[in-house]
């Protein structure tokens, strides 16, 4: 018994109002703490302590070393398989946490390496790395991906997210793609083993005999790869027996293991490196829409600038026979006529392609092709016979016998005496050329000079 | 051989008639003969894109070498 109370007196209506209740004070520190970025996914270096495996799968530890320590917590799900001894030296990645039934600051452990597999692993992936450049295998010469890939066998985790996005980004830019995946486990015990046999099936099914057995075409590149995951997930790349494997490929292999800093050693020897296998299936695939839209664009330009170029002859016809308004035109009518039936026959011919062309790109017969093609060389034949008319009435060949053209300096095609004064300028055209001369007389006519 | 041109090679010759063309300046037999270049080739680059068949196989590790036991070793 302490007696009374230390608080003498009733606090003031204002002191009550301002009094936060604990509970929101403590989910009010958390949010704090988890909005902190320095407190967040930290990598801390520190041994064990205790260590508990509560029956729910959650691991209770101590983190510390000599200048202080802190109680942790790693959930079920995220607790490794195998307990570590009081006393190991681990790194952990980890974020400042509130417990907050008990107000407790404790740390939320992801992920926990033991020091010295790590560092055992590393150097272990580092001789590797050391014989594999002595050998030349990582300055080799790069196999070129195929341009239009025929079958792509994906050598991946068997079910996995990365197994169904390559799935459906494949369908997406290349729709039909055939594609081979081969399931394997690719972390864990085994996964060095089933990696190797995976990518040996693949190469298997890149033999021609193989393919024609299994009625595909043999496969033309190889994606292997996973998913992101933490370095030791990821470490059945680092293996030389997989790392051989890559070597071994007949065909371009992607590496495509999800990571972003570090580089596994299969990215070091495979033909590509991808960084994801997202990212393996967009280096390796157009997208066919794509191409099928740059196709089309194509097409109708070749069209357009066809059928122009048929348009600019009949404007240039028309303009040559304004110009020789006294000369005999009967050619000049004749080809115009035909000129202008050729263009709507062009015409026609290249809006029935443009309609034929969409039609075979959605597996229409070739009927249509075949009549646009005889179109297209009765048009042909017709331009040559157009041709040879506007070369025999071309006004150059006129000239070339001798005979020149007068233009006035406004522009008027002379054609009588009456046109003309002295000390006129007029513009002399002959078949190679021009020359400006001046009107000393005029006789003839009834202008008197 | 005479083997149809592969796809990029087809693919430059065609963009490059199709810039010719729409420059203008050639006469009508030269376009016309453009125009039927053009055309084919762009019948070649057409058949690239047509050869999907749209299978996927997913297999399991066994199950892709069943499918190709007795290959390799020949």
Redesign the interface.
Known sequence: MYGRPRIHHVPSEDLLAGALPVGRFVHGLRRMLQEEPTLQRQVLRGEVGRWTRARSGHVYLTLRDDDGSMDAVMWSSRAPPRDFEEGAEVIVLGSVDVYPPRGQLQLSVERIFAVDRLGDLEAQRRRLIEALRNEGALDRARRPLP??P?HVAVVIG?GSAA?ADV?RLS?DR???????????LVQGEGAEG?LV??L??????A?P??AAR?D?PPVDVIIVGRGGGSTEDLWAFNLEAVARAVLRMPVPVISAVGHEVDVVVTDLVADIRASTPSDAVERLLPV?AD??QH?DE??A???T??M???H??RQGLLLLRHRLAAAPTTGFTAATRRLDALTGR?SRA?EA?LRQ?RD??S?AGQGLKRNVDQR?AA??AR??E??AVLRSTDPRKVMERGYGMLHADDGRLITSVTQLRAGDALMVHLGDGQATTTVDHVKGGEHDG | MDEAP???DALQR??A??AE??R?G????T??????E??AL??V??S??????????????DE??A??EG??D?
């Open positions: 341009f239009f025929k068997a197994e799935l369908e290349w729709p039909g793609l055939r594609r081979t995946v081969i399931g394997v089933e046999r995976g040996e099936a693949a190469a298997a099914m033999d005999s193989v299994q595909t066919r191409l099928v196709h194509l097409e330009r070749l069209s600038a066809s122009r170029r048929t600019d002859a062009l290249t392609r062309q075979v790109v597996n297209l048009d042909r331009l040559a157009l041709d | 592969g796809y990029t065609l963009e008639i199709v063309l729409e203008g050639a006469d009508l037999e376009t016309v003969k453009m125009f039927e053009g055309t762009l019948r680059c057409q690239h894109l047509e050869d999907a068949e749209g299978r996927v196989r997913r297999l399991r590790l892709a070498e499918e190709v290959s390799g020949a």
